[in-house]
């Protein structure tokens, strides 16, 4: 895993391989760690960065593990905003079914995206949809 | 994770604890593949213990509840913590299970 770090402005770079999920969340949630955000910030910032990031890797590289993911993240101001990027074909947000419909409810799957757009205060996603930037407001 | 099973008299109380994720997913479903298997009638899961669930975490539960509901058997999930909670409530899924402030009222509730 690579580490880069600007100035406000901090970078990791992935595999597609899911075993790196966690070290993202974990590098972000340190990173995070002088702003001393409360424990419920702090569970839903790791869920989002772990669902968007394995999302990356699974829909998105399609878990090839020649293509990288690469996610930035920032303050601006109380704006914590985290940007997720895969190398794959583009994701379309419209095609995501909605997960608590009774039709969709009981599936194993579908809930990742909805969830986290749910817990975030932004989710917006590029034209081509391999990017997801993510914003949440710090209190 | 770590699963502690108890059976007291025609149910079974499960302990989880530790994170329910992706990573911890494949032993949850063992562990209760082999109480459905036995088809287990009521279940009770205590979540005191858990500190993290994710989407995959919750598609176990889902799981578990569907393989249960095909022969009958019901489940109960209890103690969980408000965050977890808000979880069940962002998804729906508050809908879909009998969610019990604790494991004792559950356990003499459930008839």
């Known amino acids: ?139 | 994770m770590s699963v502690k099973t108890e059976v007291k008299n025609d149910l079974t109380v499960c302990c989880i604890e530790g994170e329910i994720d992706i990573n911890t997913a494949p032993d949850i479903k063992k562990v209760f593949e082999k109480l459905t298997a036995k088809k287990t009638p009521k279940i009770v899961i205590n979540l005191t213990k858990v500190t993290y669930v994710d989407s995959s975490g919750l598609a176990t539960l889902v799981e578990i509840l569907k393989n249960m509901r095909a022969y009958g058997g019901r489940m109960r999930l209890t103690n969980m913590s408000h965050k977890i909670k808000s979880l069940f409530e962002i998804t729906k899924l508050e809908k879909l299970f009998e969610i019990i402030a604790d494991e004792t009222e559950a356990i003499a509730t459930f008839v």
Do not use: Q
């Not at chain 1, 880069?4 to 597609?16: A, N, Q, T, V, W």
């Not at chain 1, 590289?61 to 905003?81: C, F, H, P, Q, T």
């Open chain 1, 1 to 139: 895993m690579n580490r880069r770090s600007d100035i406000g402005k901090s970078s990791l770079k992935i595999p597609s391989d899911v075993k790196y999920v966690r070290e993202v969340s974990s590098g972000i949630l340190k990173w995070l760690e002088p702003w001393k955000l409360d424990d419920s910030a702090l569970f839903d910032i790791r869920l989002c960065v772990e669902e968007v990031v394995r999302n990356a890797i699974k829909h998105g590289n399609n878990d090839d593990k020649s293509l990288k993911v690469l996610v930035n993240y920032w303050l601006e101001g109380a704006r914590l905003i985290i940007e997720v990027e895969d190398e794959g074909k583009g994701f379309d947000l419209g095609k995501v079914p909605d997960p608590t419909i009774e039709e969709n409810i009981m599936k194993g799957s579908g809930r990742g995206i909805y969830i986290v757009r749910r817990l975030m205060d932004e989710m917006e996603f590029n034209d081509k949809g391999n990017k997801v930037r993510l914003t949440k407001y710090l209190k």
